[in-house]
């Protein structure tokens, strides 16, 4: 399946001003992170911060709906998020965390999950949410982006940043100014070129915004876990949906894109094995 697994697919967001006002898309990711930590399913989480709000991404252990919402919206670069963990489950004592991760952070994740050698850390994960992420960049790329090619003076003119309808956008001065992708193409991390997991296959919940409509969110419930949280969330009112199928462009588009990065990046794999580079294994 070109999803991976999951139980259901729906389109959703916050019922939360609070949050849908500085969220990416929907707001499930930080719906889901307060509604996880008011009611004890974790009690803190990572994520991706801006301290210096200069759009590098921070790892940052997060205990409460304040710091959640100070941390929403997408950073279109690499954080190195798992290396919190340590931190939340030692410095902090947290002993249930949650994790808003990249399909390669959560097979990381997973993997630590699966063997002995990071006890007392990635046990104490209870929940990921999974973020789809067709490729990610280095700050000096996101830097070129908005100087040399969109003439700002600098990338911290830079109110929102986001990817969509072909265009890689940055908001400045309440304007949208787009970057046609072909243009991104070559700046992206090497390492996303060989990448063949879309939509974050395993995560408890994932979620994105294609497929839905702006300002709403693709969702999968994937685990048992991740469907109880997602479900309990909607049922005390802080999260509404539609069916995947009353949406445009729905599922047929974020099937499209999976597969078509997964064909990519398969073949990228296979130019740079003959070439005698080592490619890490797909499990
Ligand atoms: C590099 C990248 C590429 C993406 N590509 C796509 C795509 O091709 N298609 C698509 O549908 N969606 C993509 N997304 C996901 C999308 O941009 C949103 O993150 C997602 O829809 C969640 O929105 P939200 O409103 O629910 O989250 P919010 O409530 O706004 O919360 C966002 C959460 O993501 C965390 N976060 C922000 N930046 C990063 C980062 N760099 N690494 C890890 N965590 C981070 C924040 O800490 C926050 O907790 C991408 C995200 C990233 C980081
Ligand atoms: S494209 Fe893959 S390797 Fe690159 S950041 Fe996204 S999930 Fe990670």
Redesign the pocket.
């Known amino acids: 399946m070109v999803l991976g697994t999951y139980k259901e697919a729906v389109s959703a967001r ?1 019922t939360d001003s609070k ?1 849908l006002d ?10 889901l ?1 307060c509604y996880a930590l008011d009611e004890g399913i974790i009690e803190g ?1 990572v ?3 801006t301290p210096d709000e200069d759009w590098r ?1 921070v790892p ?1 252990v997060v205990t409460s709906a304040d710091e ?2 100070a ?9 190195p ?1 798992l290396s919190a963990l340590k931190e939340a489950t030692r410095q902090y004592g947290l002993e249930k965390v949650g994790v ?3 399909p390669c ?1 959560t097979q990381g994740l997973r993997k630590a999950q699966a063997y002995p050698f990071t006890r007392f850390v990635a046990e104490k994960v209870k929940l990921i ?1 999974g ?7 280095p700050m000096a790329s996101l830097d070129t982006f908005a100087t040399a090619k969109l003439g700002f003076d600098s990338l911290q003119d830079a109110t929102k940043m ?3 309808k072909g265009k890689f956008w940055l908001t400045k001065d309440g304007e949208d100014n787009g970057l046609a992708i072909k243009e991104t193409h070559g700046y992206e991390q090497a390492g996303c070129n060989i990448c063949n997991d ?1 939509v974050c296959e395993w995560a408890d919940v994932s ?5 839905s409509p702006d300002g709403w ?2 969702v999968l419930t994937r685990t048992d876990d991740g469907a109880s949280v997602f479900n309990a969330a909607v049922e005390a009112g802080l999260i509404e949906t539609k069916p995947m199928d009353e949406v445009k462009p729905g599922l047929p588009l ?1 099937e499209k ?1 999976a597969k078509g990065k997964k064909d990519k990046n398969n073949a990228e794999r296979e130019r740079r094995a003959k070439m005698g580079v080592k490619v890490p294994t797909i499990y």
Do not use: R
Request: contains cysteine; aromatic residues 8%.
């Open positions: 916050s949050i500085v969220s990416q898309d929907g707001g499930i990711v930080s719906a992170l989480a994520v991706a911060g991404p940052t959640v919402i941390a929403a919206g997408t950073k279109y670069s690499m954080s998020t808003v991760a990249t952070q949410i973020i789809y992420c067709m490729e990610n960049f986001d990817i969509g879309y979620t994105g915004s294609v497929g969110s693709t974020l894109l």
